[in-house]
């Protein structure tokens, strides 16, 4: 028996035109079994897309895409959009090594009209999109869906203040779930919108404009006097005053699970002139009762068991996050100037725990990395240690901050970068594949790689003493399983840890992070073909213990450096810096692993180690070549 017969008819996103309202909101339930069969075997953004599967059936039934522009912030919204728009046959590859992305992509479809991974974007591309509109004459329409807390970031607030100051047809919806505005429905704020989109509404507003302004010697003073009533009683009455303000049409809050009232929205806002902002409420996890009742746990969430909502219990190691957050609450017992900073991922960077503890100590900035990072060279301008947490592709986004507010200042601020190299199947949006070749050129910076969750606890520890900018790096997922002693011990600031030394080597691979343990298999590999190899942890990109290297280019025909991250302006140019700098390039060649110079798909972690040429033996292989 077919599972799902309405949705298995929809070639395109005009056949959704056809369909009836009843069959409209069938089909509504086809799809949330589609996405959470898909989401339960590869894992995936589950809640956010089941919450905004009406919001997709009103929007195709009502706009013609890809004619008209659709932009989804954040991407992870968007699901209910790829199955709808001919990537139904290969939802199944979601998030998997050459299949379909998580998030929009102009490369993967006509319909995907602007890629979106970070959050607080749309709006700014929106209206782009409406300026090169108007350049060029045409007349299709532009929609942004912003949602799941992205107008918490400061660039949607940049973007809405020129989208009112310019007028342009643009229309902004504004998808509240209950993450980034409070809840705030009723049948008063629909009748109201409704009322609000009735053109015969505005033509009333006029009439009785051009009447009062009408009646001599006081009409201008009763038609201003009008105009204050008028807007302090829809301050007193009507959410969404300051967007009106700012220049837009707002109409909600309105119920984002009604089908028929928002295709009536959607039709009506269609035909107004000048931006205009729906803000709708829906429910995140909304027709998968697990999802619904923890949408933080199903919000990013590995496979899991479709009938319970189980994920499988994982043995081993715990995780860099999970060991982070102990050894930081650990040292904020005994250092009370320690805060913890991240952006609307506390639960993810591990803070949360933190925040439990120490709430006072504990601040949660929303999607706003810019902010986070200024808040914190404030705090530490006036004696507080800040630590601020980010997933290392979202630090990206307070680059400036780090270098003038931070390292500039020379201020008391660690940045902990979670996620960092290859994080999996989120893909190049979310790869912390950036981080060492931006923060090894900031002035009074120091930059720590911990090759284990024992060593980052040390780092960790090492860094909140110093009295300068420190970034500690460290990867998604599970650590090796070291043993984690009691206490701290500090890391001797710039040098490097040899773990292996041969007295006249053919090569010294020089690693940083969790490549050291793969240089030490691929050691291995090479000892057994008779080449002596020395392994050195490095620990630092920032500074380098150029001692060391100066060493081990004495005693080895090669040098090879390994890092899992790009390799322009990384950890091997700091070395390759050094080796021509001092002159021992002459006496030594190196050999460079890392990231290639481009964007690195999706995939399993070992997948795309491989489709990088960072697995032990691809290292071996091509040492053995060099070494010929």
């Not at 949330?32 to 897309?49: E, K, M, W, Y």
């Not at 997922?477 to 490097?496: M, T, Y």
């Amino acid at each position: 028996m077919n599972a799902y017969p309405l949705l298995e008819k929809i070639n395109s996103p005009d056949d959704i035109k056809k369909y009836s309202l009843s069959e409209l909101e069938e089909l509504a339930r086809e799809l949330r079994g589609f996405i959470v069969d898909t989401v339960s075997a590869n894992g995936g953004h589950l809640a956010p897309s089941l919450g905004t599967v009406e919001l997709t059936l009103a929007l195709y039934s009502v706009f013609r895409f890809p004619q008209d522009k659709l932009i989804w912030d954040v991407g992870h919204q968007a699901y209910s959009h790829k199955i709808l728009t001919g990537r139904r046959g290969r939802f199944h590859t979601l998030r998997q090594l050459g299949g379909i992305t998580g998030f929009p992509n102009r490369a993967e479809s006509k319909y995907d009209a602007f890629g979106v991974g970070h959050a607080s974007t749309s709006i700014s591309a929106a209206l782009g999109m409406a300026i090169s509109r108007d350049l060029c004459g045409r007349r299709n329409e532009v929609i942004a869906v912003i949602g799941d807390g992205a107008l918490t970031g400061g660039e949607a607030f940049e973007a809405l203040n020129q989208a009112g100051d310019l007028g342009k047809k643009l229309i902004v919806i504004l998808n509240d779930n209950e993450m980034s505005i409070d809840k705030n429905v009723g049948g008063m704020s629909e009748y109201l919108s409704r009322i609000r989109l009735d053109p015969q509404y505005n033509r009333a507003k006029k009439d009785v404009g051009n009447l009062l302004m009408s009646i001599p010697h006081i009409g201008d003073k009763a038609y201003r006097t009008a105009r204050i009533v008028k807007d302090s009683v829809r301050s007193a009455l009507v959410p969404g005053s300051v967007f009106e303000e700012i220049g837009f049409h707002y109409i909600g809050p309105v119920d984002g699970h009604n089908l028929s009232l928002l295709q009536d929205i959607l039709g009506r806002a269609r035909q107004m002139e000048g931006p205009v902002l729906i803000h709708i409420h829906t429910k995140k996890g909304k027709g998968y009762l697990p999802a619904e009742q923890q949408p933080d746990k199903f919000h990013g969430i590995g496979a899991f068991d479709r009938e319970t909502g189980e994920c499988p219990k994982r043995q081993g190691a715990p995780s860099y996050t999970s060991v982070f957050s102990k050894a930081l609450i650990e040292l904020a017992e005994k250092n009370m100037n320690i805060t913890a900073i991240t952006a609307a991922m506390p639960s993810g960077t591990g803070l949360k725990a933190f925040g439990e503890m120490y709430p006072a100590r504990f601040f949660d900035v929303g999607i706003a990395e810019e902010h986070a990072v200024t808040l914190a060279a404030g705090m530490a301008a006036d004696g507080c240690h800040p630590v601020v947490t980010l997933y290392s592709t979202f630090a990206q986004r307070a680059y400036d901050q780090l270098m003038h507010d931070v390292c500039l200042q020379n201020l008391p601020v660690t940045l902990c970068l979670d996620r960092a190299g290859l994080v999996g199947a989120d893909g190049p949006t979310h790869h912390g594949a950036f981080d060492l070749s931006y923060l090894r050129h900031m002035p009074n910076m120091t930059v720590f790689v911990p090759k284990d969750e024992a060593e980052l606890r040390d780092m960790l520890a090492t860094a909140v003493k110093m009295d300068s900018p420190t970034a500690v790096r460290y990867p998604r997922g599970a650590g090796f399983g070291v043993p984690l002693a009691e206490g701290f011990e500090d890391i001797p600031v710039g040098k490097a840890e040899v773990l292996a030394e041969a007295e006249q080597g053919a090569v010294a691979l020089l690693a940083v992070g969790p490549m050291v343990h793969r240089a030490q298999k691929a050691a291995e590999l090479l000892a057994a073909d008779g080449i002596a190899a020395s392994v050195v942890n490095m620990r630092f990109v920032k500074p380098l213990d150029t001692a060391v290297i100066a060493r081990m280019a004495g005693k080895h025909k090669l040098l090879a450096t390994l890092e899992e991250n790009v390799l322009p302006g990384g950890y091997g140019s700091a070395v390759a810096e050094y080796l021509m700098d001092s002159g021992l390039s002459a006496k030594t060649s190196l050999l460079r692993f890392g990231l290639p110079d481009k964007f690195v798909e999706q995939g399993k972690p070992e997948e795309l180690l491989e489709l990088c040429g960072l697995q032990a033996d691809q290292i071996a292989a091509k040492i053995k070549e060099r070494l010929r």
